[in-house]
């Protein structure tokens, strides 16, 4: 096997970009690892300032006859990519598990199939679109969406396969063609994707990956002239460098970024249902946006939330991800291993009380210890940065207010996840959280019609249903004089 293709876990991948329909090496390539045993999986093209131009130039070769499809026309390719990404559940599984090191289970049985979801529901959704018109001063008028062009898609590790289809999904139903670059140390689900939309029959250049990092092949995307829109998931500190970039061409962006999410359990709530949910925070070794890692609990109930939660994470299994027995995997690379590693020794400095965890885990490898800490007060840096890691913090509150303030007390705001079995507090302190999605009783649910993204650091723009088909649209306002057009 030539360093184009990679075999992992009995599947072919290819290493190289995707440009114009055609696969394009670099000169240069990374090494992509697996986090499961550290070995590397896959030498892959490393693409830079070349590589980004030829695919922006594909992808706005590749636009007019895209957007000229329309809506409907562009459905019955999505559609079929959709029912490829459902056919390919096991291989995409089997991939992303071994690159990523997400529960095998959890890719087969949810992730992947909602990558097939995402590009059903924006297809479907562009395609039922009903223009806004109505009539005003004497002029018939109407909102038109027109896709706004090639359109840049950067992509984070965690859950690689599931966040590029979400943003590539309504680019494409909007009638953008895209350049996606997936991140460097979770690469190869992606590639998978690009086959399939090959094989899905998207015309050549609509659907381009270049892979790379960050700092060449990322800036030289998104800093290119040719491209209408950029759409960026990850840290806060990438966003603000992607920002200049969109502000030098004037390229509208869209930021889907960190979260240090409140877990609100309050002194009514189903304490068993808390405690669990707070466990679950450790899946994927903590590397979700969405967590709620900051366990606020009211002070009345933190003992009986305690035991309850001791015993929801004593029941969890680290181990290989490919185990159906596994609840925690490794983290996804030495590095950030370090990193998580960093923030709790910092913690611990600062006098904050490490009550569970706090250490690397004795199996080795890039497992770290599920760890809970209660700080010593609320400005520690491990209650106020994104850990991004299996790394809880607890804290108690005295009322309804005192719960607010604490949950509202980070830069953050992109999920919150509130406990209480009253639908009174559910409405107050649900509208009163600052996060781009708050849920009562539950975390995770998704509508795909509904708006998403964060506040502060946590996000800039929206996407989400009709929000992301708007933002993939440059809208106009079409006037006609009423009478003014009487040949038919
Ligand atoms: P990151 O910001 O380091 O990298 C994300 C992507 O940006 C990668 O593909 C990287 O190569 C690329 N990149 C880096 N520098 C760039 C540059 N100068 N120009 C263009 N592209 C560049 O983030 P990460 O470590 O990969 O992911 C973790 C972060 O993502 C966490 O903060 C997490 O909360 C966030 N995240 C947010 C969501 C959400 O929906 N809000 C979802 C998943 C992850």
Redesign the pocket.
């Known amino acids: 096997m030539t360093d184009s293709f990679a075999e992992v876990a009995g599947v072919r991948v290819s290493t190289d970009h995707l440009i114009g329909g055609e696969r394009v090496p670099s000169a240069e390539r990374f090494d992509d690892l697996s986090p499961i045993d550290g070995r590397v999986l896959a030498r892959v093209s490393a693409g830079g300032a070349d590589e980004a131009d030829a695919a922006v130039r594909a992808a706005a070769e590749a636009f007019a006859g895209w957007a000229e499809l329309g809506p409907e026309g562009r459905l019955t390719h999505l559609l079929r990519l959709a029912e490829l990404i459902d056919d390919n559940v096991e291989r995409l599984a089997a991939v992303e598990c071994e690159d990523m090191a997400m529960l095998l289970e959890s890719l087969r049985a949810r992730v992947i199939a909602r990558g097939a979801r995402n590009y059903r529901a924006y297809a479907e959704l562009a395609a039922q679109h009903a223009e806004r018109a109505w009539s005003s001063n004497g002029t018939d008028n109407r909102v038109v969406r027109m896709p706004a062009g090639p359109a840049v898609v950067?992509?984070?590790?965690?859950?690689p396969f599931m966040?590029s289809t979400w943003k590539t999904a309504p680019a494409l139903a909007a009638g953008c063609t895209v350049v996606l670059?997936?991140?460097?140390?979770s690469p190869l689900s992606c590639s998978l994707l690009a086959d399939l939309t090959v094989e899905a029959g998207l015309p050549p250049g609509v659907f381009n990956l270049v892979q790379g990092?960050?700092?060449a092949?990322?800036?030289a995307?998104?800093s290119h002239p040719g491209v209408r829109r950029i759409s960026?998931?990850?840290?806060?500190?990438?966003?603000r460098?992607?920002g200049r970039?969109a502000a030098e061409n004037l390229v509208p962006f869209t930021g889907?970024?960190?979260?240090k999410g409140p877990l609100l359990v309050f002194a009514d709530a189903d304490l068993d249902g808390a405690a669990s949910r707070a466990a679950q925070m450790y899946d994927d070794a903590g590397?979700?946006?969405?967590a709620g890692t900051r366990l606020l609990v009211d002070g009345e109930v933190v003992d009986e939330f305690r035991e309850r939660f001791d015993a929801a994470v004593d029941a969890q299994v680290l181990g290989d991800p490919r185990e159906a027995e596994t609840t925690i995997s490794p983290l996804i690379h030495p590095d950030h291993l370090d990193r998580v590693e960093g923030f709790v020794e910092r913690a611990r400095e600062r006098g904050d009380r490490i009550v569970r965890g706090g250490r690397r885990a004795e199996i080795g490898g890039l497992f770290y210890e599920p760890t809970l800490i209660e700080p010593a007060s609320n400005d520690s840096e491990i209650v106020q940065r994104?850990v991004?890691g299996p790394v809880l913090t607890l804290q108690t509150f005295a009322g309804e207010a005192g719960g607010i303030e604490l949950a509202n007390s980070t830069a953050y705001g992109?999920s919150a996840v509130i406990c209480t079995r009253s639908a009174a507090r559910a409405e107050r302190v649900g509208r009163a959280v600052r996060a781009g999605t708050t849920w009562v009783n539950a975390f995770l649910v998704r509508d795909l019609t509904a708006p998403?993204?964060?506040m502060g650091i946590?996000?800039i723009g929206r996407e989400g249903g009709d929000y992301a088909l708007d933002f993939y649209s440059d809208l106009k306002t079409l006037q006609i004089k009423q009478g003014s057009t009487p040949l038919d």
Not at 154 to 159: D, G, Q, R
Not at 287 to 290: D, M, N, R, S, T
């Open positions: 950067i992509t984070p590790w965690n859950a966040l670059k997936p991140a460097e140390w990092s960050g700092e092949a990322g800036a995307l998104v960026f998931t990850g840290s806060p500190e990438t966003a460098a992607i970039a889907e970024l960190g979260g590397q979700v946006c969405l994104e991004f992109l998403f993204g964060g946590s996000g």
